[in-house]
């Protein structure tokens, strides 16, 4: 039996965020990336410092109590060993990468900091620990958080970082108003798209959302998916060729999500320097640019800046 009409629930419009509209990637405006490139891929190299004996972080094996003395050593292992080797293979293949760190790095091991800046990496501002998330944080105290973090990658190196990302994606609904009142360029934490997106702020100052990757990222695949490095290689060079071909309709952004306490493990090392090295193979191609989020970010606003001229 049918229910009379004024007992049934409306079906209306859901609740948005208002950050951009709805597109669909085939018919946008094309454009190419510098020296006529159609694919721009850069490596998001995250550095990370947890608290001892608190808080959030991931796990190889069971947690049972604090101190958790396994996973906590485990995680430190990339900044020890793990980032070392890294740095290494993205010299030896020439690669730049976005540095995506946590202002802990700073006080922990400075040095490794350091060798990123020597080697011309982009630092991208990564919440101070990732033992913590900023998504119930109040607006004052996330609007501090974000000021921290500019300022101490500014005193360190010289230079204001002009991307973020937040420690495990967590943002409040102020977030992306907050990171361009900060004087923020853009984000890496929307993953909707494969090019750049132009966000709504309530100042009316845009912010940029720079894709970064949940499936071309070792976090979810080898975490929470349990992949092996070989496969989680093969998953890079897969999605690379398939987006190189894709490139050729629109220009596109391939970002590679790294956490060095996974991918600098040797094993999983010896994978990735082979997916790495299949990617730089096409360097003289004219089809990749080789980049970070910040020149891309940057490249965009130029774009946008010569179709309004």
Not at 193 to 203: E, I, K
Not at 263 to 277: T, W
Request: include cysteine; proline fraction near 7%.
């Amino acid at each position: 039996m049918t229910p009379p009409m004024d007992t049934l629930p409306e079906f209306g419009l859901l609740a948005a965020h208002g950050r951009f509209d709805y597109s669909p990637i085939h018919r946008r405006h094309d454009y190419h990336w510098p020296q006529g490139a159609r694919l721009a891929v850069y490596l998001g190299f995250n550095l990370e410092h947890f608290a001892f004996g608190s808080g959030l972080g991931a796990r190889l094996g069971a947690s049972f109590a604090e101190p958790d003395i396994l996973n906590y050593a485990w995680r430190e292992y990339g900044n020890r060993v793990g980032a070392w080797r890294c740095l290494e293979l993205f010299d030896a293949l020439c690669l730049p990468a976005g540095v995506i760190a946590n202002t802990a790095i700073l006080d922990h091991c400075p040095d490794l900091i350091a060798a990123c800046v020597a080697r011309g990496d982009e630092l991208i501002a990564h919440g101070h620990t990732n033992a913590e998330h900023q998504g119930a944080y109040p607006e004052a105290t996330e609007r501090a958080l974000l000021a921290h973090c500019a300022g101490r990658f500014e005193d360190m190196a010289g230079v204001r970082p002009t991307g973020w990302l937040s420690p495990w994606i967590a943002e409040s609904q102020l977030t992306p108003d907050l990171l361009a009142e900060t004087g923020y360029r853009y984000t890496l934490n929307w993953c909707h798209d494969d090019q750049p997106t132009q966000l709504r702020t309530r100042g009316g100052t845009p912010l940029w959302a720079i894709p970064y990757p949940q499936e071309v990222n070792d976090i979810p695949m080898i975490v929470a998916r349990h992949m092996d490095g070989k496969d989680f290689a093969q998953l890079i060079i897969d999605n690379f060729d398939e987006m190189l071909e894709q490139s050729r309709r629109q220009p596109l952004v391939m970002g590679i999500a790294l956490h060095p306490y996974l991918v600098g493990q040797p094993y999983r090392l010896r994978h990735l320097r082979r997916a790495l090295a299949h990617i730089a193979g096409h360097r003289d191609s004219g089809q990749v640019w080789f980049t970070t989020p910040g020149a891309i970010c940057a490249h965009t606003d130029t774009l946008i800046q010569e179709t309004r001229a």
